[in-house]
């Protein structure tokens, strides 16, 4: 098992930066796909970005293409998530997880969920 602790949401402004980190424990980090999620008050929680074992090969999505970076520190067994150029509507909770495939990005395939971090952009 892996046990996980997001770290890193605030409040900032539409236009900020922010970089969530998820620390992990408890079992081999490096066997672990990793991915992250957000959650909106009355939303389903949705997919946001994924990384796969060695960190080759990431997957993101739309809404996060070409603003958020996903990357992973195997031997701080820690993986971040780099979000530029923050808008209104990426205010969520963010979950990191993990998962024993490769690479998925569906919250489905996730066994391992974090506690979830705020992150509130206002305009």
């Known amino acids: 098992q892996v046990q996980l602790v997001e770290s890193g949401g605030g409040l900032v402004q539409a236009g900020d930066s922010l970089r969530l980190s998820c620390a992990a424990s408890g079992r081999t980090f490096s066997s672990y796909g990793m991915g992250w999620f957000r959650q909106a008050p009355g939303k389903e929680r949705e997919f946001v970005a994924a990384?796969?074992?060695?960190?080759?090969?990431?997957y993101y999505a739309d809404s996060a293409q070409g603003r958020f970076t996903i990357s992973r520190d195997n031997a701080k067994n820690t993986v971040y998530l780099q979000m530029n150029k923050l808008k209104p509507e990426d205010t969520a909770v963010y979950y990191c997880?993990?998962?024993?495939?490769?690479?998925?990005?569906?919250?489905?395939?996730?066994?391992?969920w974090g506690q979830g971090t705020q992150v509130t952009v206002s305009s």
């Open positions: 990384i796969s074992w060695s960190g080759g090969r990431t």
């Open positions: 997880a993990a998962q024993p495939r490769v690479i998925a990005t569906t919250k489905d395939e996730y066994h391992y």
